[in-house]
T-cell receptor, first 113, second 118 residues
Framework: GENVEQHPSTLSVQEGDSAVIKCTYS??????FPWYKQELGKGPQLIID?????GEKKDQRIAVTLNKTAKHFSLHITETQPEDSAVYFC????????????FGAGTRLFVKA | NAGVMQNPRHLVRRRGQEARLRCSPM?????VYWYRQLPEEGLKFMVY????????ESGMPKERFSAEFPKEGPSILRIQQVVRGDSAAYFC????????????????FGPGTRLTVT
């Protein structure tokens, strides 16, 4: 079945710096790749997603890139702020007849003021 | 437009008791998903339901766990004869479109129910 690996598990950056989180997936049939932000005591919140027919998507300070050949995708946060501190999860989803969304193990991001 | 609602937010049960977790999807959403999250870990898929149907329960333990999404009312995740290992946060998500289509829909998560088994 699908397996999603996420790195790093912990990331500490200085306010204003960029943060990059990387994920790889195993099933080439996956066609939807969402990213979630989870703050302490809350449910995951969808922050950006990308579908397999595009290679890059940007929303203000957040961007996601997808390399289908290598089966990896990345989250880029620029100009980080303390409120970006949270746990970030990548996920991969299979389409076309069967449902599965598999999540990575998460990256705990600390943004130091 | 209210988001996904889950209750209770916190639930304490003694070993052997039953736990019932409820999830009301976002308005207009007819697809519900349940996930389990252990401390410091990612979310593990448990079950996917549409109204009155279980579509995929491959992530749900065969024994003691069951889920339903009736025509009227919230989706229910039921855990019978709870054990300490069931202690976790259980999240529900909903989406407006079938996930079996080529265009997979976004899932919106509720705040979770934190189950503690003593």
């Amino acid at each position: 079945g699908e397996n999603v690996e996420q790195h790093p598990s912990t990331l500490s950056v200085q306010e204003g710096d960029s943060a990059v989180i990387k994920c790889t997936y195993s099933d080439s049939a996956s066609n939807y790749f969402p990213w979630y932000k989870q703050e302490l005591g809350k449910g995951p919140q969808l922050i950006i997603d990308i579908r397999s027919n595009v290679g890059e998507k940007k929303d203000q300070r957040i961007a996601v890139t997808l390399n289908k050949t290598a089966k990896h995708f990345s989250l880029h946060i620029t100009e980080t702020q303390p409120e970006d501190s949270a746990v970030y999860f990548c996920a991969a989803s299979l389409g076309g007849g069967g449902f599965k969304t598999i999540f990575g193990a998460g990256t705990r991001l600390f943004v130091k003021a | 437009n209210a988001g996904v609602m889950q209750n209770p937010r916190h639930l304490v049960r003694r070993r052997g008791q039953e736990a019932r977790l409820r999830c009301s999807p976002m308005k207009g959403h007819s697809h519900v998903y349940w996930y389990r999250q252990l401390p410091e870990e990612g979310l593990k898929f448990m079950v996917y339901l549409q109204k009155e149907n279980i579509i995929d329960e491959s992530g749900m333990p065969k024994e003691r766990f069951s889920a339903e999404f009736p025509k009227e009312g919230p989706s229910i995740l039921r855990i019978q004869q709870v054990v300490r290992g069931d202690s976790a946060a259980y999240f529900c998500a909903s989406s407006p479109q079938a996930s079996g289509s080529s265009l997979t829909s976004e899932q919106y998560f509720g705040p979770g129910t934190r189950l503690t088994v003593t």
